[in-house]
C-alpha cells in the first residue's frame, strides 16, 4: 500500500479547491499551500487562481505525478474521484466528507464503493470522514483545521481514531511548547487503519513514540500485534470503559467493545494505557525523549515535602516501586547537604538551593533507580539546574523528568531550555507521576511480552 505517499508526498492535488473563504476546499488549500513541495488546486468550476496557483480542471490534466490527494467534495461523488485519482496514478487520498459507514445503510454502501475504486488502483485511503493529517517538519498540513500551520517538529506521533481527538492532542501539546512528528486522524479507517499506520511510522525515522486513541477496531488482534511488532514505544488510550458504543458507532462506524478486554490484551502484549489525553501525550513525551527505561524502579527528588508525598504515592498506586537508594548514594547525598530533610526515596532537599542539581545527579547514578523524578517548585533567584539536566538522561542511560510549577511569565525561559534540551517537563506533581508510573509500565509490560514471545516460539 502507498503509505509512503500518502504520509510523506512530494506533490499534492486538493481536489474541490475553492476560491471562496469559509468553503472547506478554501481552507484545505490554504494550508495545502504551506507545503514544501508543488501543490495543485483542482476544480472543474475553478477560474483564475487561488493562493497564487491556477485551477487544474482534473488530476487526469496535471502533467506531474500526484502523490496525495486531498479531497474537499461532497460523499456522493468520492467514489469517481478516488477512481479518477486511481487513473492518474495518484497514491494516497484523504476523504474529508462524512456520511459512510458511521452513518449506515447507504453510508456502508458508498464506502464500499470507495474501498473498490481504491483497491482497483491501490489508492491508500485515509478517512473517509477524518480532519487530516499534519507533518509539522516538512511544513505538509493535510487538514482543514485553522491553526495548524503553528504546530512544532517533535518526536511523537499520534495516531487517533478521531480526527478531533488527534487535534486536540496536538493543539494542547503546542500550547506546552511541545512538538509532534506527525498527527493522523483515521477516521472510519476504509482501508488505512491502525494495524496499517503502526508499522510505518514504527519505520518513520522521525517518530520516537506513538500514542494512540482507540474507540474499537473490527480485527483487534490485528492491532495489538502491530503494537507489539513496533520496535517504537507504543502508548494507548483506550475509550468506552462507560457504554457509548452507539454514539461511537455513529462516530467513526466502530464499536467500542469491552473495555477490559482491549486494557487486558495492550497489557498482554506490550503496550501501556492511560485513562486521559493529558496521560498519553505524556507518556509519549517521557518515552519520545528518553531512553527506554529497564525497570519500574523510579527514583525521586523533591525540593517540597507536600509535592513529594502526592509523587509517591500516585506512583506507588500505579504500580511503580520506589527503591532503597543505595548506602554510598545516601552517603553522597548527606555530604552534598549535610542535614538534609530526607535522603531516603523521595529524597526531599526541603526547598530548592544552589546544590539541587548535584543531588538529582546523585540519585541519577544510583543502580537501583530505573527512572528520576525532579520536582522543583520554581524560584526566581535559583532556577533550574538545566547544567545538570542537560544530557543527564544520555550520561546515565535512563529517563530523567522534571515537573515544576510556578509563575508562567517568571519561568518561561527557563522551561524552554529545560524543553530545548529535551527535558520532559511537566507542570503538576500527578503528572509528573503519572509520566514516570506509565514508563515504568511499559518497561514491566515490555519485559513480560518479550518473555512470553520466547515461550511461544520454544
Known sequence: ???????????????????????????????????????YP???????????????????????????????????????VVAECGEAGVGGAVIYAGGFAEAGGEGEE???????????????????????????????????????????PGGVTILAQSGGVAH?????????????????????RANVGFEEAIPYFDSDPNTDAIVLHVEGTDDGRALLEACRDSDTPVIAYKVGQADVGDFAESHTGALTGDHALYTAGFAQYGVPTVESTTELFDAGQALANSPEPEGANVGVVTAQAGPGIIIADRLQRAGATLPDLAADTQDEVGEILPGITYAENPVDTGRPMPEFGDVVEAVAEDEHVDVVLVYELFEEALGFPQETLDGLAE??????????????????????????????????????????????????????????EVSADV
Open 1 to 39: 500500500m502507498n503509505l509512503q505517499r500518502l504520509f510523506r508526498p512530494e506533490r499534492i492535488a486538493v481536489v474541490g479547491a475553492s476560491d471562496t473563504e469559509g468553503k472547506l476546499g478554501y481552507e484545505a488549500m490554504a494550508n495545502a499551500v504551506e507545503f514544501d513541495g508543488r501543490v
Open 42 to 80: 483542482v476544480n472543474p468550476s475553478g477560474e483564475g487562481e487561488v493562493f497564487g496557483e491556477p485551477f487544474v480542471e482534473s488530476v487526469t490534466d496535471i502533467e506531474e505525478t500526484v502523490d496525495l490527494a486531498l479531497l474537499a467534495v461532497p460523499a456522493h461523488v468520492v467514489p469517481d
Open 110 to 152: 458508498l464506502q464500499e464503493a470507495v474501498i473498490s475504486a481504491a483497491d482497483e488502483h491501490d489508492v491508500a485511503l485515509l478517512g473517509p470522514n477524518t480532519s487530516g493529517f499534519v507533518a509539522p517538519a516538512s511544513n505538509l498540513l493535510a487538514s482543514f483545521a485553522g491553526g495548524v500551520e503553528r504546530l512544532r
Open 168 to 188: 486536540q492532542l496536538a493543539f494542547s501539546a503546542h500550547r506546552e511548547g511541545r512538538g509532534i512528528a506527525t498527527m493522523v486522524g483515521l477516521g472510519n
Open 395 to 452: 550520561r546515565v542511560e535512563k529517563p530523567v523528568l522534571f515537573a515544576t510549577e510556578g509563575p508562567a511569565e517568571s519561568m518561561a525561559d527557563d522551561l524552554d531550555a529545560l524543553r530545548e534540551a529535551d527535558v520532559p517537563v511537566f507542570t503538576s506533581p500527578e503528572r509528573g507521576a503519572d509520566a514516570a508510573a506509565a514508563l515504568a509500565r511499559y518497561a514491566t509490560l515490555d519485559d513480560a511480552a518479550a518473555e512470553e
